[in-house]
Every structure is written in C-alpha cells, then in structure tokens.
C-alpha cells in the first residue's frame, strides 16, 4: 500500500485472582478489523493457561474470540500479537453542499444505521445533554461535516482529560454532568450530540500511536476510543475528539459498536477466583 504505515502491535491483560478460578468463558475481542484501508497482515492469539479457542464474527463485523478454560487457575494471560498496515486517510472537501443536512437524516432513517442513531446502554437519552451543549455554546451549523468537525475542537478544549475520574462501564451520563473524563467519555460525548442531530455515530475501539512531537493524549496503554459518523457520499469519517484531530493512519481499528460494552476487549464469566484485578500491557510500534 503507497504511503501506509505499518504497526507492530503486543496486547496482553492478566486477570490475577484472590484464589482458584475453576474455570472462564470469555469473550474476546482483540483482532483488528480488515476494512476501509486497513489491512492486518497476521495475527495470533494465545492464553496461559491454554484454552480453547472459537472464532466468529458479530453483528456489527467485528472479529471475537470466544476463550474456554476448564482448569484452575490463580492468573489468567492473554495475548495478542498482530501486523496492521494503514493506509493515508483521503482527503475530505473544504465544505458540502447545502442539501447535506436531509440527505444525512435520510440515511439516519436506514434499517442499517438504526443501531447508530438510537440511544444505546452506555449512551441512553439523558436531560444532561440539553444543559451540556448550552453550558459549552455547542449547535449545528448550515455544513454537517464543518459542524462535527467544530464538535470535536470544542469538546477536546472545553472537557478535561483526567484518567481515574470515570470507569469502563460509566455511561454518556458522567462526563455531561463533571466535563472531565478520558477518551471513552470524549467519544460517548461526540457520539450522543452527533446522534441528536440525526447523524448515525458510532464507537470505535483501538490502538493509539502518536509520536511525542504530535502533542495528543497518549494513554498510558496505546489503547484508544474514537468516533465515526456516516455522512452522505463520504461514509464513514473518523473523530477524535480526546486529540482534536481527524482520526488517521496512526489510529488501528480493532472493533466498532454502538458505545463501549459492545467492543469491550475482554469479556466474561468466571467460577471461583474471588475478586479480581486486571493488568493491561500495551506495546505498538
């Protein structure tokens, strides 16, 4: 592929339990997508202790693993290896024309983006949202593209990227109500306003890299969340709001959902174990 970037990526998460599992069956969704200019080049997989392993495919396209164990276990490791070449993101119009604003809500109205459209369990309608988009001057403009451009650029200037403030399964709700959160939350955020405009929006799942010089928040696990809305003869058109920037050849796409518990990484249910504590290692190079 002219001009792409190719990414070297190592996922690992160990689950340490308090005393025995007996057994799991998770839910694992850490393969990245092949699609819209990515290409993965190799990936594997593999558990200690070793499982069994089913591959199938979801409802939105997304790649899963399904993990059973059946011996006990004190800590559970899963790691991911895979090769993804990006190719450069094309460049968008300056501008689109004046009849974008209905040909948009027209594709809101497709069986297909319904999914994308409608509130969601992390990102349900909430009366936050009317006193959030005043509080921050947030509103549509005569262009769809220029308006959810100048979403991104708002909600990354006026919310406060603080990590510990919320958790993976905190919904839209959080951040409306503190205006501080991490890229989870900034991609609930831009997902709920591009929705209540009638623009289908949705979440993305990832792998971050950014040099120092690129001045974004990197998270400390290079795992990244992002949005991307459907806009007539564009498709889908990559935000991120955390960094102020389109999203591109830097970001790798592993899933896309309707909000984050549809392309949560690990997933599951476990008998015995007591409680738990995760760890993730990212490394992308």
């Known amino acids: 592929m002219v001009g792409a970037l190719r990414h070297e990526i190592e996922h690992v998460s160990r689950y340490h339990y308090e005393s025995d599992a007996r057994r799991c069956t998770m839910l694992l969704c850490l393969e990245p997508r092949a699609d819209r200019g990515q290409r993965l080049l190799d990936f594997a997989l593999e558990t200690r202790p070793r499982g069994g392993l089913s591959r199938e495919r979801d409802g939105f396209g997304n790649v899963r693993h399904v993990l059973d164990i059946h011996e006990a276990h004190r800590t559970l490791e899963i790691t991911a290896r895979s090769t993804v070449e990006s190719a450069p993101v094309p460049v968008l119009p300056p501008r689109l024309s004046a009849s974008t604003w209905q040909e948009t809500r027209v594709l809101g109205q497709h069986v297909a983006d319904w999914d994308f459209i409608r509130p969601s369990p992390l990102i349900p309608l909430t009366p936050s949202l009317s006193a959030f988009v005043e509080r921050h001057g947030i509103r549509p403009g005569s262009d769809p593209l220029k308006s959810l451009v100048d979403l991104s650029e708002t909600l990354h200037d ?3 990227y603080a990590p ?25 955020a831009m997902i709920v306003i591009a929705r209540s405009w009638g623009i289908p ?85």
Do not use: K, M
């Open 201 to 285: 929006a949705r979440y993305v799942s990832g792998y971050l890299h950014l040099v120092e010089s690129d001045g974004g928040h990197v998270p400390d696990n290079a795992t990244h969340a992002w949005v991307e809305c459907r806009l007539p003869d564009l498709d889908w058109i990559g935000f991120d709001p955390t960094n102020r920037s389109l999203a591109g050849s830097g970001h790798v796409r592993i899933a896309t959902g309707r909000d984050y518990q549809d392309v949560s990484p690990t997933r599951g249910i476990v008998q015995g174990g007591g409680s738990a504590r995760l760890e993730v290692e990212v490394r992308v190079q």
């Open 158 to 160: 006026q919310l406060r």
């Open 164 to 188: 510990g403030t919320t958790s993976a399964e905190s919904s839209v709700e959080d951040i409306l109500r503190t205006d501080q959160g991490v890229c989870q939350d900034y991609a609930h």
